[in-house]
């Protein structure tokens, strides 16, 4: 009986200690949407909390980026690619405002060209540009922004997709 208590009294405390001290370790946070590496790109610099929330929000001036929000970069010696990220409470909120951003982009008035909603993977609209493609994914609670340099973005965005969970609310 002994035994048994301490064990599981180790478990508790190693589960503890994860959770409030380790916020990657948490099922729940944003930094387990960040690959070590992703078409052939490994990670760099990686912005968390509110610098990357004051970041993000700036780049979305007028829509509420309210979530746990994170920046990646991915580099190599030939292309590179920087990731933001928010992870909401609710599936709801990354698709709503995934439809304002598109529908903002496709009125004009920002750099990038108009959106299309990809046939083949839902909830990706990609934006084509001369030397980047850009692409906005929704998953569940997630809403992520892609840059990626051209040559490499469809397997950029294959690994992506292939390393977030695949799980719904």
Known sequence: ???YSKTRLTVSLVMFVCLALFPGCSRHSVERYIAPKLAGMHLGQVIKGDQAERIITKLH?????????????YSNRQYKSVVYLTLFESAEKPDTLAR????????????FPEPMMRADVAGVWQMEGEKEMNYI?????????????????????QDFLGWIPAERP
């Open 100 to 111: 304002s951003m598109v529908v903002k982009i496709a009125a004009g008035g920002t750099p």
């Open 61 to 73: 001036a007028d829509l509420a980026m309210e979530g746990e929000s994170a920046i990646a970069t």
């Open 1 to 3: 009986m002994k035994t």
């Open 137 to 157: 994914v929704v998953r569940s609670k997630l809403l992520a922004w892609l840059t990626v340099d051209r040559p490499v973005g469809e397997a950029f965005l």
